[in-house]
């Protein structure tokens, strides 16, 4: 017997919002999904970050692996109100994947593309 897979949905969104993220990883999970989120957040003092060497040489690792995390995906749901460059680019990036784009705040979906809004 073959059962289905429960649906993959990854949080994009600033990490500003890590407390929303948290939240929003306990309901996608309540609802059977599987949620893929962002593993670092740099705002977070870590000796994993602890310089700005490391900072420099983790960030653009931190983007690819989140673009991959866009492909594994079936969805996307933004976090937070704010919509920045950076998950600005990731819903678009998203969309160009053919991947469907909730928001945990509606209003902020206008400001998704709308360039330098938010």
């Known amino acids: 017997m073959l059962t289905k897979e429960p649906q993959t949905v990854v949080l994009c969104g600033s990490t500003r919002f890590m ?3 948290t939240e929003a ?3 996608e999970t309540a609802a059977g999904r599987i949620v893929l ?3 670092c957040d740099l705002r977070t003092p870590h000796p994993l970050w602890a310089t700005q060497a490391a900072v420099d040489a983790l960030k653009p690792r931190l983007g690819a692996l989140h673009r991959a995390k866009i492909r594994l995906a079936d969805e ?3 976090v937070g109100a ?3 460059d950076s998950t600005r680019a990731e819903i678009r990036y998203a969309r160009s994947l053919g ?3 909730r928001f945990t705040h509606p209003e902020a979906e206008e400001a998704a593309t ?3 809004h938010g």
């Open 37 to 39: 989120a962002p593993g």
């Open 25 to 27: 990883t306990r309901r």
């Open 76 to 78: 996307v749901l933004v």
């Open 19 to 21: 407390e929303e993220m």
């Open 99 to 101: 991947k469907p784009v």
């Open 114 to 116: 709308v360039p330098g």
């Open 82 to 84: 704010y919509i920045g």
